[in-house]
């Protein structure tokens, strides 16, 4: 599922990237009614062979032009990464990615499957049954298994204990006994 989710986020990112930077269009060629032969693109060159590399141009503008945007060229690299995952999902998935993004016209539709402000997941609680009982009563423990209310006899548990009714203090205090010491100091530990 990470692997998945890192797609999804490279997808997203990509489209993101499409919608600000859409690629240029490519200029409609107008065909003339005249036909065309094989000849007709064969220009005579007069020096012999020529080397391709010599006539590209090297402005700086031309060699910007040849590097990939970094957003680009991640999304790029993640779908060959996934091209050879094990995952049929995941390769399924980053196809999916890949030809819905290939096309420029397919930047919106891509937008709205991707973008599109999804549900916040809602997983009910397995206390939501048991809102109504305090916090710290027995039927919060045992539930619905006491009956329709919980136990039988349950009674809220008060916010405040009234003035008058408190416990009594010395139930806090820890009580040693003097059979628990004398059992430590003769027992005897083996190593």
Avoid: C, M
Avoid at 5 to 10: N, R, T
Avoid at 47 to 68: H, S, Y
Avoid at 168 to 179: C, F, G, N, Y
């Amino acid at each position: 599922p990470a692997k998945l989710q890192i797609v999804l986020l490279a997808a997203k990112v990509y489209i993101h990237y499409l919608n600000e930077n859409p690629p240029p269009e490519a200029p409609k060629e107008v065909e003339s009614k005249t036909s065309h032969s094989i000849l007709d693109s064969y220009h005579e060159e007069d020096g012999g062979f020529r080397d391709g590399n010599l006539e590209i141009p090297t402005t700086p503008e031309a060699v910007q032009q040849d590097k990939a945007h970094p957003i680009k060229a991640i999304y790029e690299y993640l779908l060959l990464l996934t091209r050879y995952d094990t995952s049929y999902d995941l390769r399924d998935r980053a196809r999916v990615y890949k030809a819905l993004l290939a096309t420029p016209t397919s930047t919106q539709l891509a937008s709205l499957l991707l973008l599109a402000p999804k549900p916040v997941p809602h997983i009910p609680s397995p206390s939501e049954t048991r809102k109504s009982y305090v916090l710290g009563s027995a039927s919060l423990v045992v539930g619905d298994e006491g009956g329709v209310g919980g136990l039988r006899g349950y009674d809220d548990l008060p916010r405040w204990v009234k003035e008058g009714n408190e416990p009594d203090a010395a139930l806090r205090d820890e009580v040693v006994s003097a059979s628990a010491s004398t059992y430590d100091s003769s027992r005897t530990l083996s190593a």
